[in-house]
């Protein structure tokens, strides 16, 4: 569809203006009402709030996947974390053992056997 103002050849900017084109501005807005009352154009405001709960979802649905992903880091923090800590309990549970039996060698310093 051609807009008015190339239908009337003259600026867009004229309807705008008070004068000599005020009745193409009320001929334009008379048919664009017409228009939207029979379905063929949308309302803009509906079309906004289209594409606003669109991008709503959208950001909901990459929220939710952001979230399960910190969800799943927290618990590989948290299992590197008590891995770590009982790696750390039996390095000090051998180094008691060490310290208390005279039967086991430590490893440093000893010379391997030759043959």
Partial sequence: MQTL???????RSA???GRPYEHLRKEFERRL???RASGEILDPRDAQIA???EANANLKARLGISEAKEAEHD???ELALSRLAAQHDEIERL??????????LPLIGR?????
Avoid: C, I, T, W
């Fill in 15 to 17: 309807f705008y203006s």
């Fill in 33 to 35: 009402a017409a228009l």
């Fill in 75 to 77: 618990r590989f923090r």
């Fill in 5 to 11: 103002a190339a239908e009337a050849q003259v600026a």
């Fill in 111 to 115: 010379v391997p056997e030759q043959k």
């Fill in 51 to 53: 594409r606003l709960k």
């Fill in 95 to 104: 180094r008691e053992l060490l310290n208390v039996s005279g039967a086991v």
